[in-house]
Nanobody, 127 residues
Framework: VQLVESGGGSVQAGGSLRLSCKVSGYTYSSPYCMGWFRQIPGKERERVARIGSDGGLRYADFVKGRFTIYKDISSDSPKNTLYLQMNSLKAEDTAMYYC?????????????????WGPGTQVIVSS
């Protein structure tokens, strides 16, 4: 399984970015969970949002109303991509953002509950 993020960059506060996570080698026949995490140097990696194979969504309180997670993933989809639309960005959203996935369907809150990770994409928001 490979996850590769893209879409990070530098933006001014109030701006928007859309992160993408291209997924390959994944089996979609079983329940799964995918999510976006972020990490600031010196701090623990924290979950931003997640989406289950049933479409169930969860957001961290600090991004509710600003970020949207969605997916175009299935055995029939040519895109096989997870997205994170980030609007009304704040300076405190500056971090490395990671795409993560597991199989089995349980959507853990912490990073230890996810098996597969992308290398990350950097987001910098200037105030």
């Amino acid at each position: 399984v490979q996850l590769v993020e893209s879409g990070g960059g530098s933006v001014q506060a109030g701006g928007s970015l859309r992160l993408s996570c291209k997924v390959s080698g994944y089996t979609y026949s079983s329940p799964y969970c995918m999510g976006w995490f972020r990490q600031i140097p010196g701090k623990e990696r924290e979950r931003v949002a997640r989406i289950g194979s049933d479409g169930g969504l969860r957001y961290a309180d600090f991004v509710k109303g600003r970020f949207t997670i969605y997916k175009d993933i299935s055995s029939d989809s040519p895109k096989n991509t997870l997205y994170l639309q980030m609007n009304s960005l704040k300076a405190e959203d500056t971090a490395m953002y990671y795409c993560a996935a597991n199989d089995g369907g349980y959507c853990a809150i912490g990073p230890d509950g996810y098996t597969f990770w992308g290398p990350g994409t950097q987001v910098i928001v200037s105030s």
